[in-house]
């Protein structure tokens, strides 16, 4: 019963921390949760903790659970992790992804295509991510694929997609989307799929620091 509790409560505190509901610096009351869900405070305990491994929330004595605050470290160390460990998970995926899928990613890419004459950040960020899991997802080592997932949660504690501060890199990322696409349609070797992949982050990471006045990636 309380693992099931707990998972409630995990997705319940990770959709309204991701979707806004709950912002940087909300303090997380475990006894108000509990009351909410009509649960003990143990499983909402155990939702608290995954969320903190994942980056999501911090715990400090005397103070509790509270809302992670986003920063730049945070979308630095995140964006750098991503670049290796999803280009090796794109890598490993790409023998595996068929033609319906290929398909689908095109489909999305174009939708992001047409929503670059009038620009819509939060969709664009949302068919980003849709993009990007058809490109990942059949990568047939779990280990990694967990890594990837954790490093999209904790780039959700940012709230705001990464294109409403540099908008003018999402040209140049639907472009780069396809050259990916058409890589792993031709079967290129994995190496190059996966530096290409690894590219991509990177030059999406370069804007955001470039934007903010901040030193490249040295990744």
Same mark, same amino acid.
């Given at each position: 019963?309380?693992? &099931? ?167 140049? &990322? ?46």
């Amino acid at each position: 019963m309380n693992a &099931s509790k707990s998972e409630v409560a995990y997705q319940l505190l990770h959709t309204r921390i991701t979707d806004g509901t709950f912002t940087p610096g909300y303090r997380l009351v475990l006894g108000t949760i509990a009351n909410e869900l009509g649960c003990s405070v143990v499983p909402v305990r155990e939702a608290i903790r995954r969320l903190e491994a994942e980056g999501l929330v911090t715990f400090e004595r005397n103070v509790g659970a509270t809302v992670a605050a986003a920063d730049n470290a945070l979308y630095l160390h995140t964006m750098q992790t991503l670049a290796i460990i999803e280009g090796a998970a794109t890598a490993l995926s790409a023998p595996f992804v068929d033609a319906d899928q290929l398909a689908a990613a095109r489909a999305i890419n174009q939708a992001m295509t047409d929503l670059l004459t009038d620009f819509d950040p939060p969709r664009f960020t949302e068919l980003n991510n849709e993009f990007h899991q058809v490109l990942y997802r059949n990568c047939p080592n779990p280990h990694i694929l967990d890594l990837v997932h954790r490093g999209w949660n904790r780039l959700a504690v940012m709230r705001s997609s990464s294109f409403t501060h540099i908008p003018g890199r999402a040209r140049e &990322s639907v472009r780069e989307h396809a050259q990916l696409l058409d890589m792993i349609e031709a079967h290129a070797p994995a190496g190059e799929i996966e530096q290409a992949a690894r590219a991509h982050r990177t030059n999406t990471l370069n804007a955001y620091l470039a934007a903010a006045n901040l030193p490249a990636s040295p990744l």
